[in-house]
């Protein structure tokens, strides 16, 4: 292997401006907090610590961009970081699972993609190269593909594939779909960030606008009269169309150009407007499908199509979204991709037992006894929370009709919510392990709950059949499920 220090390859030089421009935010945002550390003193002087701060950030910038270095070899990729304490981390081409493109909004300006090496080791990126051209991305890319499909010879600089260059999309979505999917996203995480600037500007703008006590003893009682059922109606208006427009703004930023097609490897899915990912989800690490869908949704015919994979899709972990609004008819496709089928009718489910609808509300009524009991001590009226007790009684009975497992051709069916309903699709021989659990109430009726452990699932959140008798829970783990 040649290591010739001419062979190794150095990250973008856009990097450099890529970073002077993301921390132009810091900047700006960094002035309130110099102001006040340094005490009383002028903004112009605030802003040269501000400043001071970020050409440090820049400087330590280019010396890590100096000395970050990789190379790729005919059957490996090497990395060599860090300022001070050097690593290098040696990454076989047989190890790697595919590598991920990822082009932010300046990114995609410059022409550059953020790299991430996924491997089989965990959910996670082996390895990132953060940033290079979009035709070395593609190369890098190109190079491990073919390596795994059996070619040594690395393709020409910037040549892509063509099969897949070609390759026609599985499913996409239009404009108006993404719109649809956008009033289902419903959002008020707006407010969040509005409230979040006031606390960090509150210093830098008029007090009088942000001081209750001011606004009363200025317009007296006019001020109380505004607590009426004219003004909470538009405040819930407000914030309705606040809600609505968030949601739109995210979905259309998050899937904006969202496109499925088939690889040699996998499922290609292209998706995002000011942040462009490309991400390839190899068949053979897809655990299993999960449709959801909504109680509005579902009166349209509308499901969410996802995957659960051992490999990383970032803040989502293992969780692939593959179509995140179809029908059914452009789901199907997709599913027969995966080698899954369609879930099958409603009636196919077995039903868990009816001490679900017990548990829960002797659960349910102990914790609002518990509360009620504590909030008299403070407030008389406290017995208004009994009301509690109505929905409490009928969410139960609900969640029962929506909860049930269907077991066919080596495939195990789960569907549970009523809320927001689920199908999860787990080929059995996926199946890592299986757990009986019963909490007390359980142990008291006799009935278990069967969680089923699979390869990249949460261990917080497994799957979960909830409420079985205990002998036919006992049966499914011994023979249908873990057995197979």
Same mark, same amino acid.
């Given at each position: 292997?040649?290591?010739a220090p001419e062979n190794w390859s150095h990250l973008h030089p856009a990097t450099l401006a890529i970073k002077a421009l993301e921390q132009l935010p810091q900047l700006v945002f960094g002035l309130p907090a110099a102001a006040y550390f340094i005490g009383d003193t002028s903004i112009f ?104 499909? #059996? ?22 979505? #239009?404009? #108006? ?65 606040? #809600? ?148 409490l009684a009928i969410v139960p009975v609900l969640q029962y009709r929506a909860h049930g497992y269907c077991i066919a051709d080596g495939l195990l069916f789960v569907r549970r919510g009523f809320w927001r309903p689920r199908v999860t699709i787990l080929p059995l021989i996926k199946v890592q ?52």
């Open positions: 292997m040649s290591e002087v605030a802003a040269i610590i501000a400043l001071i701060g970020l050409l440090a950030s820049m400087l330590f910038a280019y010396v890590y961009w100096r000395r970050f270095t990789y190379w790729v070899g005919e059957e490996q990729l090497v990395i060599q970081s860090g300022v001070l304490n050097r690593n290098r981390r040696t990454i076989p081409f047989d190890r790697i699972q595919d590598v991920s493109l990822e082009q932010k909004l300046l990114a995609r300006i410059f022409g550059v993609s953020i790299a991430r090496i996924e491997t089989g080791g965990g959910g996670g990126d082996e390895g990132e190269l953060n940033c290079i051209s979009r035709a070395e991305a593609d190369r890098l890319r190109d190079t491990i593909r073919a390596y795994r499909s #059996g070619i040594r010879t690395a393709l020409a600089d910037g040549e892509a594939e063509q099969e897949e260059v070609a390759a026609p999309p599985i499913f996409t979505m #239009g404009l #108006g779909q993404l719109l649809i999917a956008g009033l289902f996203n419903f959002s008020l995480v707006f407010l969040a960030v509005i409230a979040g600037s006031t606390q960090y500007f509150g210093g830098y703008l008029p007090s009088e606008y942000f001081d209750a006590d001011r606004v009363v003893d200025s317009y007296g009682k006019r001020a109380t009269s505004l607590v009426s059922a004219y003004s909470i109606l538009t405040i819930a208006m407000l914030l309705l169309a606040v #809600g609505v427009i968030t949601g739109l703004a995210r979905t259309i930023a998050r899937e904006f150009g969202f496109r499925l097609s088939r690889t040699e490897t996998g499922l290609r899915r292209e998706r995002g407007l000011f942040t462009r990912t490309d991400v390839v989800i190899p068949l053979k690490r897809v655990q299993a499908g999960i449709i959801t869908t909504g109680i509005v949704k579902r009166l349209f015919g509308w499901r969410a199509l996802a995957v659960q994979s051992l490999g990383s899709d970032g803040a989502a972990g293992t969780h692939h979204v593959v179509a995140p609004l179809a029908q059914q008819d452009d789901i199907d496709p997709i599913l027969g991709e995966l080698s899954m089928p369609a879930p099958p009718p409603v009636e196919a489910f077995e039903r868990v037992s009816t001490r679900l609808i017990w548990r829960s509300w002797i659960e349910d009524g102990i914790a609002l006894a518990i509360i009620t009991a504590i909030a008299g001590i403070f407030w008389s009226s406290a017995y208004l929370l009994l009301f509690f007790a109505i929905p392990s299986g757990t009986l659990r019963q909490n007390l109430v359980q142990r008291l009726l006799g009935s278990s709950t069967l969680a089923i452990g699979t390869a990249g699932a949460s261990l917080a959140t497994p799957l979960r059949i909830a409420d079985l008798d205990a002998g036919i829970a006992r049966a499914l783990l011994g023979t249908s499920i873990i057995r197979h």
